[in-house]
């Protein structure tokens, strides 16, 4: 790399980057959605049961995810460090994903305590592949461009693929669970898991083939202790780290709930209330046109504003969108479905400013340290993802086993109480947190700038000096 301006990152190469996230966006999003649903309420598996089962994939992962980053940076090949692990992980985290939901289609008999067993070794094996792809693609986007404006770009194409994601679950999930299962909902949500599995797999090697890692590996990594010791001493990424945990927890308790919510609390038939929609795929498709909208205000306005300050105004964002749909009459589509789309713009400003917060990291710690761990870095990003997701699920679960309640049958006033306080009160609590963190983020533009600038004279020198 010259001392020249940094590589442009070309549309088609942007696009091939974005569309690398829909298959995180529709695996997470659909298990947000269904996951707790089809094994609860469908399988008759304990709602507590459930949530030990995502806590423990959840401890699982404070294992994995560093460990992929800790591999990722390592690896040399000649398509790069990072791509590699996306031709190879793309089939098994297709064929994982589907699995989850193939139980009743393998053995329709099957008891709850199997079906659990089944959710323990198939739900677990899709997070590994999740990690083994999706720690190496978080990290490509660090080595994508030295330019901190072009990555915070491809971050935006990132994020909206993510967003589309949670419109395809929205719009055609719900519509395909209707009309493929007809009155078998499990076997609907399975088959609509397999249309979503052929996509990610078709995506993860376009990005494969459409993408270049710009950034040269040092020749000797750091040692893998010196590597965590130095994220341990980085206030700004614990600080992202957790206001990502918690914003993401937010988002997939309620969505979680939500399918409880609108069957139990609301009474809904599951009929359409605008063309193909019923109110759970409304529910779904506002948020998710909320958080694309959320990506493209975030991202224009990241050049005015300090990120931090952003990350809190959409964290603001969400809390006054999920108190004002709860306030609301339960027939209130409309409002309510307003006030989701604003809680999907608040998120949208998390997601792209915290993938952008992830990079500037990876890059301060290189010109701080002299240490490449782009993919350590940004697999904080990935594991936050899923704990927050994780645990976001479990919650509803461990509420609706405290609170008596009935798969499938009649539910008490507590029962609904609890279902209600999954929906609304934690995840509105959730945000305190996520919002208190980012007051411990110091990395400002003008310190992210100058870290470029001298990136590049360092990396130009090195260069000079080897010819």
């Not at 404070?62 to 000649?78: I, N, Q």
């Not at 789309?341 to 952008?356: D, E, P």
């Not at 609706?400 to 109480?417: H, I, K, N, R």
């Amino acid at each position: 790399m010259s001392g020249a301006a940094p590589d442009t990152i070309r549309l088609r190469e942007k696009l091939g980057y974005g569309i690398g996230d829909l298959p995180s966006g529709l695996y997470l999003n659909f298990f947000a959605a269904y996951l707790l649903y089809f094994f609860v309420d469908l399988g008759g598996v304990a709602p507590a049961a459930m949530a030990l089962m995502l806590f423990l994939s959840r401890v699982f992962d404070a294992v994995t995810d560093p460990v992929m980053g800790l591999l990722a940076d390592r690896t040399r090949t000649r398509w790069g460090r990072y791509r590699p692990y996306l031709l190879l992980g793309a089939l098994p985290f297709g064929i994982t994903g589907f699995a989850i939901f193939a139980a009743p289609a393998l053995s329709p008999t099957i008891s709850p305590g199997w079906l659990l067993v089944w959710a323990y070794v198939t739900y677990g094996l899709t997070m590994l592949a999740f990690t083994a792809v999706n720690v190496p693609y978080s990290g490509l986007l660090g080595v994508i461009s030295s330019s901190t404006k072009e990555r915070a770009n491809v971050t935006a194409y990132r994020m909206f693929f993510t967003g589309l994601a949670g419109i395809m679950v929205g719009v055609l999930a719900t519509t395909l669970v209707r009309e493929m299962g007809g009155a078998d909902e499990a076997t609907g949500i399975m088959l609509t898991m397999g249309v979503f599995a052929v996509i990610s797999v078709l995506c993860y090697l376009t990005t494969f083939a459409t993408t270049r890692e710009r950034i040269p590996p040092s020749p000797v990594n750091g040692s893998i202790g010196g590597d965590l010791r130095q994220l341990a001493r980085t206030g700004a990424w614990i600080a992202v780290a957790v206001s990502s945990v918690f914003g993401v927890l937010s988002i997939a308790s309620r969505a979680a709930s939500a399918r409880f919510y609108f069957k139990y609390v609301v009474g809904d038939d599951g009929l359409p209330v605008f063309l193909f929609l019923d109110r759970f795929g409304l529910f779904l498709t506002a948020l998710a046109l909320g958080q694309v909208s959320g990506v493209v205000i975030g991202f224009w306005l990241q050049r005015r504003f300090e990120k931090a300050h952003l990350v809190i105004a959409g964290g603001c964002l969400m809390a006054l969108g999920i108190a004002a749909f709860w306030l609301m009459p339960l027939d209130a589509v409309w409002p309510q479905t307003l006030a989701q789309y604003g809680v999907g713009i608040g998120f949208g400003f998390l997601l792209v400013l915290a993938f952008s917060m992830f990079t500037d990291i990876a890059q301060f710690i290189d010109w701080k340290s002299g240490r490449q761990m782009t993919a350590l870095t940004i697999a904080a990003a990935v594991f936050a993802i899923k704990v927050g997701g994780g645990l976001g699920s479990a919650m509803p679960g461990l509420v609706l086993e405290m609170t008596g309640f009935v798969p499938g049958g009649e539910q008490s006033p507590a029962a609904l109480a609890g279902i209600d306080f999954a929906f609304a009160v934690v995840p509105a609590l959730a945000l305190i947190p996520g919002g208190a963190a980012m007051l411990f983020y110091r990395l400002d533009h003008a310190t992210i700038a100058q870290a470029e600038r001298e990136l590049e004279l360092r990396r130009a020198e090195g260069e000079t000096s080897a010819q």
